[in-house]
Nanobody, 121 residues
């Protein structure tokens, strides 16, 4: 079955930047909406960003608007999350997700295993 593999997590200072990557199968990337969720310790998993299968539509959680940018490259079967102006509140495990609707907000069919992002103050 399809496997979503995240990479790019790590430790960064507040105000810094980090780029996450998610590699998927060609079948998924050419037909599915892709997106990112995150989960901090003791908190529920929350939506972060999503893009349609064509990359023509993007949506963001209010908490990351203006700071994060999601993009996808179907030739590489990879989705990216560029994270700028990072805050300690952004510290969480970030999960890549794939869904059959326009965005992953409507539902998720596949999850990655997650990558840790830690922002120090």
């Amino acid at each position: 079955q399809v496997q979503l593999v995240e990479s790019g997590g790590g430790l960064v200072q507040a105000g810094g930047s980090l780029r996450l990557s998610c590699a998927a199968s060609r079948r998924v990337f050419s037909n599915y909406a892709m997106g990112w969720f995150r989960q901090a310790p003791g908190k529920e998993r929350e939506f972060v960003a999503t893009t349609s299968w064509s990359g023509g539509s993007t949506y963001y959680a209010d908490s990351v608007k203006g700071r994060f940018t999601i993009s996808r490259d179907n030739t590489k079967n990879t989705v990216y999350l560029q994270m700028n102006s990072l805050k300690p509140e952004d510290t969480a495990v970030y999960y890549c997700a794939a869904g059959q609707s326009r965005t992953v907000v409507a539902g998720v069919n596949y999850w990655g295993q997650g990558t840790q992002v830690t922002v120090s103050s």
